[in-house]
């Protein structure tokens, strides 16, 4: 096959799956992984696709459009889910906590036991998931519903949060950068995210793999507002060094 060829078949692989591994695209097209990440370097200087930690997203994934909710419910569901079984670990008795719009937030809800905490939200999925638990009490923050995350945001949904104050967050985002921090695709989304952060006690962020090194449209909160990453095994070691050495303190399931 040839360069070009190889070139055009990993955009379109890209854009079909939205985001993709290098050891996938390694197996793909039986080639080494090195020349798969000069692969995806040179298409990144294009403009065609955006390199991530381990593999790459589709440039309409990272623009400022968000990922519709169905496609995010297909995308790493098993590091999300283990992700989220540890940050229920997290929750005891009398919390009172945040969730944002997130699979893996709603992944959590799904798993909380049904024992007095409260929860404030602007996920229609989380606060409709959390509605059969009878012990837990589920504050909606109302506000504009966008349909592609299921989720409240505006002026109503931010002044909703800023009028509590919790003991813990439980969010994830779009990028998570040794740099430039954490960002969301949507101006809103941000602004909603950034508020939880800022009325938390103890702040956990829930990313995979594929979320570190990524920066997307909308920066919402450096990494010394963080107490804890939650991630999967997968993360890169280095990463991890140079985050504890941030004072972050890393979780890995």
Not at 33 to 59: C, Y
Not at 148 to 164: D, H, K, T
Request: hydrophobic letters at 35%; proline letters at 1%; glycine letters at 4%.
């Amino acid at each position: 096959m040839l360069v070009a060829e190889r070139h055009q078949n990993i955009i379109e692989l890209v854009n079909e799956r939205k985001s993709i591994r290098v050891t996938e695209l390694s197996h793909i097209f039986s080639i080494t992984e090195e020349t798969i990440r000069r692969d995806l370097e040179k298409l990144e200087s294009q403009n065609k696709l955006i390199r991530s930690h381990g593999g790459a997203v589709s440039i309409s994934t990272s623009s400022v459009s968000e990922v519709s909710y169905l496609e995010r419910e297909i995308m790493n569901v098993k590091e999300k889910k283990q992700i989220a079984s540890e940050a229920v670990n997290r929750v005891i008795e009398g919390d009172k906590i945040n969730l944002d719009a997130s699979t893996t937030a709603w992944y959590m809800a799904k798993e909380l036991p049904d024992i007095d905490i409260t929860v404030l939200t602007n996920s229609i999925k989380v606060a409709t998931e959390l509605s059969v638990k009878k012990e837990i009490t589920v504050i909606s923050t109302g506000g504009i519903l966008r349909s592609e995350s299921l989720s409240n945001v505006g002026p109503l949904a931010e002044s909703s949060l800023e009028s509590y104050h919790v003991n813990k967050a439980f969010i994830s985002c779009k990028g998570l950068h040794l740099e430039h921090g954490m960002s969301e695709a949507s101006e809103q989304q941000g602004r909603i995210k950034e508020i939880m952060v800022n009325n938390a006690d103890t702040v956990y962020i829930m990313v995979d793999h594929s979320k570190f090194g990524t920066q997307a449209f909308t920066r919402f909160s450096s990494l010394d507002s963080i107490d804890y990453i939650i991630t999967d095994s997968q993360v890169d070691p280095q990463i991890v060094q140079q985050l504890t050495d941030m004072s972050v303190q890393i979780v890995k399931t």
